[in-house]
């Protein structure tokens, strides 16, 4: 074959090939936009489940270029989640943080706190209120721990059974069908931000040691503020008459900032994130502040609000009537989700429901000395 002819088959089979691509395209453009997507949230959901459906609606909607009434770009797509109660379970006597503050105080390191603490710590039972007077000596039981000292004691009890379910840590807590969730809106270009009750740095370590670990950094965790200053300032009112040195450490000074729940919830989001969600998850009272700053009418784009029912009592303590608490939900503008009926599985394998959520036990001071 000389030159020329194999200067035409090159050009020839160039331009064959481009237009190979180009029917590609345009094929996979219209296969994008008339495609159904893959349906999300099938392995830890139940079949049937009518949240499940709602949400995997909800999220075709908004992430569909071609309908300019409803889509949302990547950059707002925010999707917000209570943890305790909601993506995670509340055992013992409650919250992981309340039994952190017990086992820290009386067990671990009674060395290190007032008699004041102790007495506090060892007095908490089951109904207690877990308020912003409680959070305030949760702060002054770890003065002096540096953030990463802190961090590492929240790694460390994490490792520490519940009694409240057989063969489970604390850190095993989260629920599995909540993380399927928020894997399928991470896989959908939702950022994921944890808004916690509980202590921000106590909530990074919690969900950095979950499953939700690969969904959620820990720059998208806002939770009740301790003090932190640092060291060798904790005294002075203004950070503005010192300045940070190489090598200088930041410590817990045992002072509150602010307790992250009911209205402030929807305060910290207009102030780290400066911007509506359009998904709220929560669980309970506490939450609602948050999912009504999501679906309030001045949203720029299609929100909802969903709310966690903790109505199983064979897989899980829970004791919420479906009938009752969906009903108040439904009224409020929310989506409920019954756990019982809704959640195909709760755990992991081989995690069960005990005998007894939890059992009295008189903590003594002298025990704790």
Not at 201 to 212: C, G, Q
Not at 268 to 287: C, H, K, M, T
Request: glycine residues 6%; contains cysteine.
């Amino acid at each position: 074959m000389d030159m020329l002819n194999q200067k035409k088959l090159v050009k020839a089979i160039l331009a064959g090939l481009i237009l190979i691509a180009v029917v590609a395209a345009v094929f996979g453009a219209v296969n994008y936009s008339g495609k159904k997507k893959a349906a999300g949230m099938t392995k830890y959901w139940s079949a049937d489940s009518s949240p499940a459906q709602s949400l995997r609606e909800y999220v075709d909607l908004v992430t569909d270029p071609d309908d300019p009434d409803f889509f949302i770009p990547e950059k707002d797509r925010i999707a917000v989640f209570d943890m305790d109660g909601t993506l995670t379970c509340e055992t013992f006597y409650t919250y992981y943080d309340t039994m952190m503050f017990i086992e820290y105080c009386l067990h671990d390191h009674p060395e290190r706190v007032s008699d004041e603490l102790k007495e506090i710590a060892a007095s908490i039972k089951p109904g207690y209120t877990a308020d912003e007077a409680l959070a305030r000596n949760f702060a002054k039981a770890y003065a002096g721990m540096t953030p990463e000292e802190f961090y590492d004691y929240a790694v460390e009890f994490g490792e520490k059974y519940t009694e409240s379910f057989e063969n489970m840590h604390y850190n095993d807590c989260a629920y599995l069908p909540m993380v399927e969730l928020v894997q399928y809106l991470y896989e959908n270009d939702f950022t994921i931000y944890v808004i916690s009750g509980t202590e921000r740095t106590t909530t990074r370590a919690i969900i950095a040691n979950s499953p939700l670990k690969d969904y959620v950094t820990p720059n998208h965790v806002i939770g009740t503020d301790f003090e932190i200053k640092q060291k060798g300032h904790e005294t002075e009112a203004s950070n503005m008459d010192y300045k940070y040195e190489n090598g200088d450490e930041l410590v817990l000074t045992g002072g509150f900032i602010q307790k992250n729940l009911n209205g402030n919830k929807s305060l910290y989001i207009e102030r780290e994130i400066g911007q509506r969600p359009v998904l709220a998850f929560g669980n309970s009272g506490s939450d609602t502040s948050m999912l009504n700053y999501t679906i309030d009418s001045r949203n720029p784009y299609t929100a909802e609000a969903y709310m966690v029912v903790a109505d199983d009592d064979e897989r899980e303590w829970g004791k919420q009537d479906w009938t009752e608490k969906s009903n108040e939900y439904i009224e409020e503008g929310y989506i409920p989700i019954s756990m019982r009926d809704d959640f195909a599985q709760i755990y992991p394998e081989g995690i069960t429901k005990a005998a007894e959520q939890y059992h009295e036990v008189e903590e003594t001071l002298a025990a704790a000395a």
